[in-house]
């Protein structure tokens, strides 16, 4: 069964702070992660893609195929990281996504 | 290029009625999908069109359905509406035939009373 867990629905961390939302997911196969973001009253949007290895808005994220992880970091977070993040994979023509985290920066 | 465009955005429907939500995907998208999106639920598949065909179904009951057209642009019926399925229902849309980056639309928030 396709599924990802988000453990955290909440993470509240001070601006400058390293942030690591947690994402693992259970697939059959070799799935393609994504994450995705949710800024306040604005559309979900693709953070990044594990196949593209890039650094978006200063997030990074690994896929650990051992642990079966994809856990997105940040070494120094900023107010404007504040937001909704979703963990999602593709299989079989649909994306299914975690519950979601929301990161809560304070100044 | 414009974005995915979803209408209404805002309904209020009575129980037992039944809705239709529209889906304009990207120009040159085929794939869209339909997600259903809840506080406590999160975010769920409902269904997914490709060139005018349904290639995949999530765990919702018949009352859910949808279609495509041929110009790509989706609709999703709900019908004998119930509380529960008050919700903003999401539409994406991708470019190629697998599902691989989903650009999402604003939603359409729906409210049963």
């Known amino acids: 069964a396709q599924r990802v867990t988000q453990p955290e629905k909440l993470l509240s961390v001070f601006k400058g702070a390293p942030v690591e939302l947690k994402c693992n997911y259970s697939?059959?196969?070799?799935?393609?992660l994504f994450w995705y973001v949710q800024y306040s009253r604005q559309r979900l949007q693709l953070l990044l893609r594990h196949i593209s290895r890039e650094s978006i808005k200063g997030f990074t994220a690994d896929l650990n195929k051992g642990e079966t992880s994809f856990h997105l970091k940040k070494p120094f977070a900023q107010e404007e990281d504040s937001a909704m993040y979703y963990c999602a994979l593709t299989g079989f023509q649909k994306l299914v996504f975690g519950t979601g985290t929301r990161l809560l920066v304070s100044p | 290029k414009a974005g995915v465009t979803q209408t209404p955005r805002y309904l209020i429907k009575t129980r037992g009625q039944q809705v239709t939500l529209s889906c304009s995907p990207i120009s040159g998208h085929r794939s869209v999908s339909w997600y259903q999106q809840t506080p406590g639920q999160g975010l769920q598949f409902l269904f997914e069109?490709?060139?005018?065909?349904?290639?995949n179904k999530g765990n919702f009951p018949g009352r859910f359905s949808g279609r495509q057209f041929s110009n790509s642009r989706s609709e999703m019926n709900v019908s004998t509406l119930e509380l529960g399925d008050s919700a903003l229902y999401l539409c994406?849309?991708?470019?190629?035939?697998?599902?691989?980056?989903?650009?999402f639309g604003q939603g359409t928030r729906l409210t049963v009373v």
């Open positions: 697939y059959s196969g070799s799935p393609e």
């Open positions: 069109y490709f060139s005018e065909t349904q290639r």
């Open positions: 994406a849309s991708s470019r190629v035939g697998a599902v691989t980056e989903a650009f």
